[in-house]
């Protein structure tokens, strides 16, 4: 009787199940009669989708015409229900059986070490006890997944600072990762050797590289009426106003509730922004008018959140609200690599522009320190007017003889 070994396989982004056997007609002519199954050049074998009705279907098709070696299988399965406990939670709905870009290094979790996947579970799980937001715990796993697969047999908790130390020359030199990445995975790697293991100021001799000083990139006021202008359905033009009168990051806007604007106090209320932070930023009278405008003639009417998802009734998806920019942009004409988030450095550059004082700013931003307010100060107008080069001085009243 032929044997037959079933094993997990990624296939086009999708989670299969290998079949493999020697070379014989027949149980190839079996295998291809079953539904659904295909052939792979690349791993040299047929695979239907790691589907339970499939795998059955399969396994009582081959009973009593060959032995069925499944153990890779199971093990695979068996250590996937370990990996998707130590997985972020997440609002996006995940289509079975399709592994998305960012859950990749998700799937590679299976490979790891008994010691090293107990690891990253104590890891996540100490990340959500501490109440970090799901985008940082899906940053911070994802940072210390390129170390432990790395590693692959030898404990994350028994590396030295020392050991640490070249592993970051490493990711920077070798894998050539940018400041930020390296700034996150840092974080990552501190939080579990310090609040995990609790190896108290394990970080301190490992040297952090200098962050570059990226300036904001912004539209100027003659960009902001072209976007505005080029905006006809009521719904997106309620969103992107609001997102530059308001100062607002994308995040707040898709999690503003009907309940959260105060026509009274003309005040919008950003319940758990950034940081966990609630604040206050002002409703402006133009933006309360296209807002009621909105509520009054988009079908269906949001009942809960400000902008809901027509077919969720949900909050919208922060995705699509960038796209919904992006195509603005484009039809406005407007030619610089941007998104949504210059609306946001717009808001308080233009500000800046118009005297307001910076600590008022940093409120309206809800930023936690004032040296993030203060790039500002670079890209405002307001700060170079007044500044005559000189060149002028030297050339300004004197013909130029070209």
């Given at each position: 009787?032929?044997?037959?070994?079933?094993?997990?396989?990624?296939?086009?982004?999708?989670?299969?199940?290998?079949?493999?056997?020697?070379?014989?007609?027949?149980?190839?002519?079996?295998?291809?009669?079953?539904?659904?199954?295909?052939?792979?050049?690349?791993?040299?074998?047929?695979?239907?989708?790691?589907?339970?009705?499939?795998?059955?279907?399969?396994?009582?098709?081959?009973?009593?015409?060959?032995?069925?070696?499944?153990?890779?299988?199971?093990?695979?399965?068996?250590?996937?229900?370990?990996?998707?406990?130590?997985?972020?939670?997440?609002?996006?709905?995940?289509?079975?059986?399709?592994?998305?870009?960012?859950?990749?290094?998700?799937?590679?979790?299976?490979?790891?070490?008994?010691?090293?996947?107990?690891?990253?579970?104590?890891?996540?799980?100490?990340?959500?006890?501490?109440?970090?937001?799901?985008?940082?715990?899906?940053?911070?796993?994802?940072?210390?997944?390129?170390?432990?697969?790395?590693?692959?047999?030898?404990?994350?908790?028994?590396?030295?600072?020392?050991?640490?130390?070249?592993?970051?020359?490493?990711?920077?030199?070798?894998?050539?990762?940018?400041?930020?990445?390296?700034?996150?995975?840092?974080?990552?790697?501190?939080?579990?050797?310090?609040?995990?293991?609790?190896?108290?100021?394990?970080?301190?001799?490992?040297?952090?590289?200098?962050?570059?000083?990226?300036?904001?990139?912004?539209?100027?006021?003659?960009?902001?009426?072209?976007?505005?202008?080029?905006?006809?359905?009521?719904?997106?033009?309620?969103?992107?106003?609001?997102?530059?009168?308001?100062?607002?990051?994308?995040?707040?806007?898709?999690?503003?509730?009907i309940a959260d604007i105060d026509s009274g106090r003309m005040q919008i209320l950003i319940e758990r922004g950034k940081g966990k932070k609630d604040r206050y930023?002002?409703?402006?009278?133009?933006?309360?008018?296209?807002?009621?405008?909105?509520?009054?003639?988009?079908?269906?009417?949001?009942?809960?959140?400000?902008?809901?998802?027509?077919?969720?009734?949900?909050?919208?998806?922060?995705?699509?609200?960038?796209?919904?920019?992006?195509?603005?942009?484009?039809?406005?004409?407007?030619?610089?690599?941007?998104?949504?988030?210059?609306?946001?450095?717009?808001?308080?550059?233009?500000?800046?522009d118009k005297g307001t004082d910076i600590k008022y700013i940093k409120d309206l931003l809800g930023h936690f320190s004032i040296k993030t307010t203060e790039r500002?100060?670079?890209?405002?107008?307001?700060?170079?007017?007044?500044?005559?080069?000189?060149?002028?001085?030297?050339?300004?009243?004197?013909?130029?003889?070209?």
């Open positions: 009787m032929e044997h037959v070994t079933l094993k997990a396989l990624i296939h086009k982004h999708k989670e299969c199940i290998g079949i493999y056997f020697s070379r014989n007609n027949v149980l190839a002519h079996l295998i291809r009669s079953q539904p659904n199954v295909n052939w792979s050049k690349t791993n040299v074998c047929w695979y239907i989708p790691l589907e339970a009705d499939g795998y059955n279907r399969l396994m009582q098709h081959l009973k009593n015409k060959a032995i069925v070696d499944n153990s890779q299988l199971k093990k695979y399965l068996q250590k996937k229900k370990q990996v998707k406990d130590t997985m972020p939670p997440t609002n996006e709905t995940i289509n079975r059986g399709i592994v998305k870009p960012w859950q990749a290094i998700d799937l590679a979790a299976i490979n790891l070490s008994a010691e090293n996947l107990v690891a990253i579970g104590q890891f996540v799980e100490t990340l959500k006890l501490k109440s970090y937001s799901t985008s940082t715990i899906k940053t911070y796993r994802n940072e210390f997944m390129q170390l432990l697969q790395l590693l692959k047999t030898k404990p994350a908790a028994e590396l030295t600072a020392e050991e640490l130390k070249r592993y970051m020359v490493f990711a920077m030199e070798q894998q050539r990762i940018s400041e930020n990445t390296a700034h996150s995975r840092l974080n990552a790697l501190k939080f579990y050797y310090e609040q995990v293991l609790g190896k108290e100021k394990f970080f301190w001799e490992i040297p952090r590289p200098k962050k570059a000083m990226i300036l904001p990139k912004l539209l100027n006021e003659a960009e902001i009426r072209k976007l505005f202008n080029a905006l006809t359905n009521i719904k997106h033009k309620a969103m992107l106003f609001t997102a530059y009168s308001a100062g607002l990051r994308v995040s707040e806007i898709v999690n503003l509730k930023v002002n409703l402006s009278p133009i933006l309360l008018d296209i807002l009621r405008e909105y509520m009054t003639k988009y079908k269906p009417r949001p009942r809960v959140y400000l902008f809901e998802s027509d077919s969720t009734r949900g909050a919208y998806p922060t995705r699509t609200v960038q796209q919904i920019f992006s195509n603005a942009k484009n039809k406005a004409g407007i030619k610089k690599e941007l998104g949504i988030h210059s609306l946001r450095h717009s808001f308080a550059t233009h500000l800046l500002y100060l670079h890209v405002s107008k307001q700060q170079l007017v007044n500044i005559i080069s000189p060149f002028d001085d030297l050339w300004g009243k004197q013909k130029i003889d070209w």
